[in-house]
T-cell receptor, first 113, second 116 residues
Framework: DQQVKQNSPSLSVQEGRISILNCDYT??????FLWYKKYPAEGPTFLIS?????DKNEDGRFTVFLNKSAKHLSLHIVPSQPGDSAVYFC????????????FGTGTRLTIIP | DAGVIQSPRHEVTEMGQEVTLRCKPI?????LFWYRQTMMRGLELLIY????????DSGMPEDRFSAKMPNASFSTLKIQPSEPRDSAVYFC??????????????FGSGTRLTVV
């Protein structure tokens, strides 16, 4: 049972435009959410996170939005740059009793110059 | 710090052979995680350790998989016997465990395993 879902396996966006990556979750016990970025032949690297008590967190060109009632979060990248081309993973965790993160299947973002 | 170090980077083995993947976490991190990446399931948690003790191994697919952490600076993931369906990229990650959601885990570069 996939508790964190990324329904779009791939996304192509023109350079300079906004990229929006989406993630849905089913477990209402999740307390925090993270986005990771992964380049080929490398491990995922942390990008940005958000606590469930917030609905928005911003870091430079990256903004994560959380809609708890819809169990949905999204990552906005503005403006998109060629170096943003990578696989993006959404992850979720809980403060109750464990440190593990549950990841989605990933979305491959391609920025078109 | 050199980050999380995994070896080997690539492993090709024949079905039925034993495979051992290795990981050195970041010094001072007290949590270590083993994940497997597949197209169908994304990043799937296999097992994680806290202070060298296995905490949750519910993701280990079957008895052919085993993991150990004999000390704070080393962990192994062993598959015996290996099967073609084990082919995947295996990642090790570590964290300081201080509810590290603000900064997430640090992942190694992974081991790409191919079982033929």
């Amino acid at each position: 049972d996939q508790q964190v879902k990324q329904n779009s396996p791939s996304l192509s966006v023109q350079e300079g435009r906004i990229s929006i990556l989406n993630c849905d979750y089913t477990n209402s016990m999740f307390d925090y959410f993270l986005w990771y970025k992964k380049y080929p032949a490398e491990g995922p690297t942390f990008l940005i996170s958000i606590s469930s008590i917030k609905d928005k967190n911003e870091d430079g060109r990256f903004t994560v939005f959380l809609n708890k009632s819809a169990k949905h979060l999204s990552l906005h990248i503005v403006p998109s740059q060629p170096g943003d081309s990578a696989v993006y993973f959404c992850a979720a965790g809980s403060n109750f009793g464990n440190e593990k993160l549950t990841f989605g299947t990933g979305t491959r973002l391609t920025i078109i110059p | 710090d050199a980050g999380v170090i995994q070896s080997p980077r690539h492993e090709v083995t024949e079905m039925g052979q034993e495979v051992t993947l290795r990981c050195k976490p970041i010094s001072g991190h007290d949590y270590l995680f083993w994940y497997r990446q597949t197209m169908m399931r994304g990043l799937e948690l296999l097992i994680y350790f806290n202070n060298n003790v296995p905490i949750d191994d519910s993701g280990m697919p079957e008895d052919r998989f085993s993991a150990k952490m004999p000390n704070a600076s080393f962990s192994t993931l062993k598959i015996q016997p290996s099967e073609p369906r084990d082919s995947a990229v295996y990642f090790c990650a570590s964290s300081s465990g201080t509810r590290g959601w603000r900064t997430g885990y640090t992942f190694g570069s992974g081991t790409r395993l191919t079982v033929v």
